[in-house]
């Protein structure tokens, strides 16, 4: 009972000096506040990336394509090989890889080409050669018609698959299917074609069976998956590059915590149909971005927690501080309570419960603090980074109990001098202090 009473003797003495323990706590909400603020926002960034792995290819994909440049020893050289992907290459992974899960052969002019509707609606866009792999692997919904099939990779033939905004831009908001598009190339560039031969302008048709839902803009390369036309594998290499060359390979693994130990296996297969090679091509993996990016999340963490930290601690001083000129204050009335009955236990609880209060009062303070700070930033970020069409609002739960319980012991811990300053005193000397 004398506890309860020590504890409310506690809170009127807080409440009656409003303005000094607002002051005083402001190093607790400041501290909390800014490092959630600032977690919520590198999570934020993180769900972007996510989300962007998950569009573009999951983070369990990774990429080999044939680089102009390779590495040996500490310097780069130009890649010199002979050796190139084929679709032999494909049968060979999905056979003798058992981690693969699929393999998407590829070859993509990532833009700048003419593409023409029949009313001679023009724009600039890519296109692809690919397989039916390609909709598995990317989860790619159809918006109406029908995917790429093998039986149009084997009879080469004249068909394509366009993306949602070519549907307004080529075909003015009406159903493709069924449309026929002519692809215009040769005008400087040809895949397949040394840039000192001479270009020629040429133009292939082929027939739309089908359109693909949104998919958006890729931020890492910046190419618009909406603004492409995807061909037959076989048909881009009949009409346009006029080989059995594939430029790319997306290999999907059967997990993320495979793709490290795919990437080995497909490395082991190309070994062993090129020649001993596996130096020709190059890998990109979507992980390495995740893992990247959470890398300097964590270390921004790391360091927003020690500034954290050093806030708090100045915060708790400060708590420790006015709780010493508490003590001096209320020497009477400390006096009093101990002539009254009161133990040591009870003054020692009466302003420990004081300062944990105050501390966890600006740890709460500061969670809502931070709440807005991550608000206000995502909507700030949505409006000025284009790169995305809106900046998620991400606060991870467990850093706000972390932070209330990290508040809560900072109270605790700088209380305990004062508390026990308090506890200390004689009731007979206590009471003679003006």
């Given amino acids: 009972m004398r506890i309860g009473e020590g504890i409310l003797a506690g809170i009127v003495a807080i409440l009656s000096n409003k303005l000094r323990t607002t002051l005083t706590m402001l190093g607790i909400i400041i501290g909390v506040g800014s490092v959630l603020a600032m977690i919520s926002i590198g999570d934020g960034a993180k769900a972007i990336v996510m989300e962007e792995a998950n569009r573009f290819g999951g983070a369990d994909q990774f990429s080999l394509y044939r ?52 009313d001679g609606n023009e724009v600039r866009a890519g296109y692809h050669g690919i397989t039916p792999t390609l909709q598995t692997s990317m989860d790619w919904d159809l918006h109406s018609g029908r995917f790429i099939t093998y039986e149009d990779v084997q009879n080469k033939a004249r068909v394509c698959v366009v993306g949602f905004k070519l549907i307004d831009e080529l075909f003015m908001g009406q159903d493709p299917i069924g449309s026929e598009i002519k692809i215009i190339y040769g005008t400087g560039y040809r895949p397949g074609r040394r840039s000192n031969e001479e ?159 105050m501390c966890s009062v600006g740890g709460a303070l500061g969670v809502l603090l931070g709440l807005g700070l991550g608000y206000f930033a995502s909507k700030l970020a949505s409006r000025f980074v284009t790169i995305v069409d809106q900046w998620p609002f991400v606060f991870a739960i467990e850093w706000v109990g972390i932070s209330l319980a990290f508040s809560a012991t900072i109270g605790i811990g700088f209380g305990l001098y004062p508390a026990f300053r308090a506890a200390k005193l004689q009731p007979v000397e206590a009471l003679r202090q003006e």
């Fill in 67 to 118: 680089s102009g440049h390779i590495r040996k020893g500490n310097r780069w050289v130009r890649n010199r090989s002979k050796e190139y992907f084929t679709y032999d290459d494909v049968l060979a992974i999905e056979a003798e890889a058992p981690s693969i899960e699929t393999v998407v052969p590829r070859i993509p002019v990532w833009g700048g080409s003419t593409i023409q509707g029949e």
């Fill in 199 to 357: 270009s020629t302008r040429r133009a292939e048709r082929l027939t739309v069976v089908g359109v693909m839902t949104p998919r958006g803009t890729s931020i890492r390369y910046g190419w618009d998956m909406d603004n492409h036309v995807f061909m037959p594998l076989s048909t881009m290499q009949d009409r346009f590059t006029g080989d059995d060359r594939v430029t790319m390979l997306s290999v999907q693994a059967k997990n993320v915590d495979l793709v490290y130990q795919a990437a080995e296996e497909v490395k082991t297969v190309m070994r062993k149909y090129h020649n001993g090679e596996d130096e020709f091509f190059r890998t990109r993996f979507t992980v390495e971005s995740v893992d990247t990016l959470d890398r300097i999340r964590k270390v921004l963490q790391i360091t927003l927690s020690v500034i954290a930290f050093v806030s708090l601690v100045v915060g708790g001083i400060g708590i420790m501080n006015m709780m010493l000129v508490s003590v001096n204050e209320r020497t009477r009335e400390i006096g009093l309570r101990k002539a009254l009955g009161a133990k040591q236990r009870d003054i020692l609880f009466q302003f420990l419960a004081e300062s944990t209060a």
